[in-house]
């Protein structure tokens, strides 16, 4: 297997299916390839995506270029890592919040780029990036409330890797979650994921 990806301080998209494909265990190629190089950067994704975006993951003749359309894959490949969880309600909600992260939160990823390489500060927010947080820590606080963590739907999951980007957002930007409703619980998660092998492993080639 080899999955291409983008420079590891700020693609968000390529970390999500990394930390999947790490949890496996499974031995895989990785191709980086360095975004923001003018005349560089697309030609050397369209050598391997057909949508000209990272990540791509490259198996057995077969091309995949969404990063939950690879996680999903790795999770069916490898049952044994149980990258969703098994409770087919857990598996459910998990689901369904990795989907909401893969498609919503618009104005937190345009305000707040992941950039593994700045040093953490405070910056003035938006409501409409105000509003996102809220509802991630309202999410985060129900999940772990429902499933008792350490994760969000009890162990680490597919759900907890679409989160961890989000994790180091709040970090690099000063964000105090208990400015937006958590009473612990929400903030306590966000170091869990910062603190997790995998993303260790990723964040020091960052």
């Known amino acids: 297997m080899e999955l291409v990806i983008g420079t590891k301080k700020w693609s968000t998209w390529s970390m999500r299916p990394w930390l999947a494909l790490k949890a496996t265990g499974a031995p895989f190629t990785e191709t980086l390839i360095e975004l923001r ?4 950067t697309q030609p050397a994704i369209a050598a391997h995506s057909p949508s000209g975006l990272v990540p791509a993951l490259k198996v057995d003749g077969l091309v995949l270029w969404d990063s939950l359309a690879i996680c999903e894959y790795l999770a069916e490949r490898f049952p044994e890592a149980k990258l969703w969880p098994s409770d087919p309600v857990a598996r ?10 893969h498609s919503g939160f618009q104005s937190l ?20 990036t105000e509003t996102n947080i809220r509802r991630i ?11 008792g963590g350490p994760f969000l739907c009890g162990d680490w999951s597919i759900a907890d890797a679409f989160y961890t980007p989000v994790a180091t957002r709040f970090r690099t930007y000063g964000v105090r979650l208990s400015d937006y409703g ?4 929400a903030g306590a998660y966000n170091e869990r994921l ?12 960052a």
């Open 37 to 40: 190089e003018d005349g560089v």
């Open 92 to 101: 459910a909600l998990a689901r369904a919040a990795a989907s909401e992260m």
């Open 109 to 128: 990823r345009g305000e707040c780029p992941m950039a593994l390489d700045a040093q953490p500060h405070h910056v003035e927010l938006s409501a409409a």
């Open 137 to 147: 820590v309202r999410l985060w606080n129900e999940l772990l409330g429902r499933f």
């Open 182 to 185: 958590d009473a612990g619980a």
């Open 194 to 205: 910062l603190e997790t092998e995998v993303f260790k492993a990723w964040a020091a080639d």
